[in-house]
């Protein structure tokens, strides 16, 4: 690990101003991937600003009858509030879904949604890597590539985006509240935060140098039966082949977002009024301009009988 400095901020706009201010600083909070990455010299900061004590840490309600949750909420206190528990159960399903009850005490709401790729050539700094290394070229393409992107991906880069409670996120249609060092604040759907690879996949999201996360917002309540399916090559502790979040009412109508499976949470919402018709014809729409490998083309099936299991058990659940 590389020597670096530290500052342990008092005020949101401080520490957004100390990073955007400082080339190679970055945030810290619960580091369950910052420092991992920083143990591999993936990750190098010369300057860390922890925001550990801004207390952005409460779930509350809002005037919309939704709820905004603090960037420093745990995954494991966010999953346990009964009021997300009760109307947004996508969402604690997707939580516990992922890591370990260690790393969720540990993790943020923030951090989770920070998160880097799992790609395993990202993470082998003998192999090129334009994520890691912009222009080295990606060792992935013609690589081993099982547990990587089918749609959404580029020439330069086929990692995906490898959280789980971003998907429930993307179902939920939720809310990035963000703080620049100026003062400005802005809402980022979630549809937008996470990018697209393109020629740029060193950049994981569309936050700006030092824009800090204050707080994810949920709007009101969408009723119907909420599931986070999670299919993966263990049964805990594993990133997914493909994870399927999903709201279904009793008619048959949805959402539903695919994990595992792109740069970010993969949803489209043109292809949601199939949802009655079954998973095959969501699945059509949904990964019409897949481009899989010979390694990965596995998981278009894969993604397509998920969703089938998914719709068949609300259909139980409803009967």
Not at 73 to 83: E, G, H, I, M, Y
Not at 98 to 105: M, T, Y
Not at 123 to 133: G, I, L, Q, T, W
């Amino acid at each position: 690990m590389k020597a670096f400095t530290y500052t342990r901020a008092k005020d949101p706009v401080e520490a957004a101003r100390i990073v955007a201010s400082e080339p190679g600083a970055k945030f810290i909070a619960g580091g369950t991937n910052l420092l991992d990455l920083m143990k591999l010299e993936i990750e190098t900061p010369t300057h860390l600003v922890d925001v550990q004590d801004l207390k952005l840490d409460a779930i509350d309600a809002t005037d919309g009858g939704g709820l905004r949750i603090g960037a420093l909420v745990s995954n494991t206190r966010l999953a346990a509030d009964k009021r997300v528990r009760r109307d947004y159960a996508v969402l604690t399903r997707a939580i516990v879904a992922g890591a370990s009850g260690q790393l969720r005490n540990k993790a943020t709401t923030a951090g989770n949604l920070l998160q880097r790729t799992r790609c395993p050539y990202f993470y082998d700094p003998n192999m090129a890597c334009n994520k890691r290394k912009p222009g080295s070229g990606c060792a992935a393409i013609g690589g081993y590539s099982r547990q990587l992107g089918v749609i959404g991906t580029s020439d330069a880069c086929i990692a995906t985006y490898p959280g789980d409670m971003a998907v429930a996120l993307r179902v939920l249609d939720a809310g990035v509240e963000t703080v620049k060092g100026d003062g400005q604040r802005r809402t980022i759907p979630i549809a937008d935060f996470h990018r697209l690879w393109g020629d740029r996949p060193d950049r994981d999201t569309v936050l700006e140098k030092g824009e800090l996360i204050t707080a994810v917002t949920l709007p009101k309540p969408v009723g119907g039966t909420h599931l986070y399916r999670k299919v993966r090559d263990r049964s805990s502790y594993a990133f997914a082949l493909v994870s399927v979040a999903a709201v279904i009412a009793k008619d048959g109508t949805g959402r539903v977002a695919f994990g595992g499976m792109a740069p970010r949470p993969w949803r489209v919402e043109a292809a949601e009024g199939a949802m009655p018709r079954g998973a095959k014809a969501v699945a059509a729409q949904v990964f019409a301009d897949a481009r899989p490998t010979r390694d990965n083309a596995f998981k278009l099936t894969l993604a397509e009988r998920t969703l089938a299991s998914v719709i068949a058990e609300a259909r139980e659940m409803a009967a």
